[in-house]
């Protein structure tokens, strides 16, 4: 359980990355709490009722409860544990993006493993934050996601930062040999991949259907012998497909 009096991270705070934060909002930041443990959620809700500008509106013991009341209560914020009974924080990640697409995703983790971290990003999470937070970090991560920021506990940005230097290195290694033609419609695919929009959003924008959404994603990873969204993404960047400011 977090310090909910004393005690910021020996490291400093979160990392951010995104948008600087907006104007005042007008309304409180509506905030679901996942966590398998009663008396955690009890405690945070305690905290987060202190902040003026954040609600508390509900809270889940597990991810299929999760899912569930992020349907019916359309949260801005969800902060979710990862490990948990029935359904795991990240497994629900997806379908929480599926009923509450506005909803933004903080996993509040005791789990530092990297796997974790990297399976969080790809379904969807906005934030990765580890327990040993203080109070006011809590607070403070909520408003800057709300506000179009990602947040990452400083260790686990460590990671994350090692782990896109191993995929660069392993890109810079393939574009020895002669780089794979993508069609037209392709690179637009690849290029909102890489801006984070899911097959959903995607269709949407290019008025096609999921299903060829996601054909396009799979011919995309076939052809540039890419494992995953986020070595696509890694890729856009390298090869200037997609500027990242």
């Known amino acids: 359980m977090p310090?909910?009096?004393h005690g910021a991270t020996g490291d400093g705070g979160p990392a951010q990355y995104g948008e600087s934060p907006g104007p005042a909002r007008a309304e409180p930041i509506r905030v679901l709490v996942v966590d398998d443990h009663a008396l955690f959620r009890r405690g945070l809700e305690i905290v987060l009722a202190q902040e003026e500008d954040i609600q508390v509106i509900g809270e889940a013991g597990d991810g299929a409860e999760a899912v569930e009341k992020a349907a019916d209560l359309l949260p801005?914020?969800?902060l979710m544990d990862v490990r948990m009974p029935r359904r795991g924080g990240i497994e629900a990640c997806t379908s929480i993006k599926e009923v509450a697409p506005s909803a933004k995703i903080i996993m509040l983790t005791i789990s530092d493993e990297e796997a974790d971290l990297y399976e969080a990003i790809k379904a969807g999470a906005t934030g990765y934050l580890l327990k040993e937070i203080s109070t006011d970090e809590v607070a403070t991560a909520?408003?800057?996601v709300a506000d179009g920021q990602s947040q990452i506990s400083p260790s686990m940005?460590?990671?994350?930062?090692t782990e896109f230097k191993s995929m660069?290195?392993?890109?810079?290694?393939k574009r020895l040999l002669p780089a794979p033609k993508l069609t037209d419609r392709e690179l637009e695919v690849l290029k909102l991949v890489a801006t984070g929009l899911n097959n959903r959003d995607i269709a949407k924008q290019l008025f096609i259907s999921e299903n060829?959404?996601?054909n396009h994603v799979?011919?995309?990873l076939e052809k540039l012998q890419l494992h995953?969204?986020?070595?696509a993404v890694v890729y856009a960047m390298r090869e200037k497909i997609l500027e990242i400011r």
């Open 3 to 5: 310090d909910f009096e």
């Open 76 to 78: 801005d914020i969800v």
């Open 142 to 144: 909520i408003r800057a």
């Open 157 to 161: 940005a460590s990671k994350l930062l």
């Open 168 to 173: 660069i290195q392993r890109t810079d290694e």
């Open 212 to 214: 060829t959404v996601k």
């Open 218 to 220: 799979r011919n995309i």
């Open 228 to 231: 995953s969204r986020m070595e």
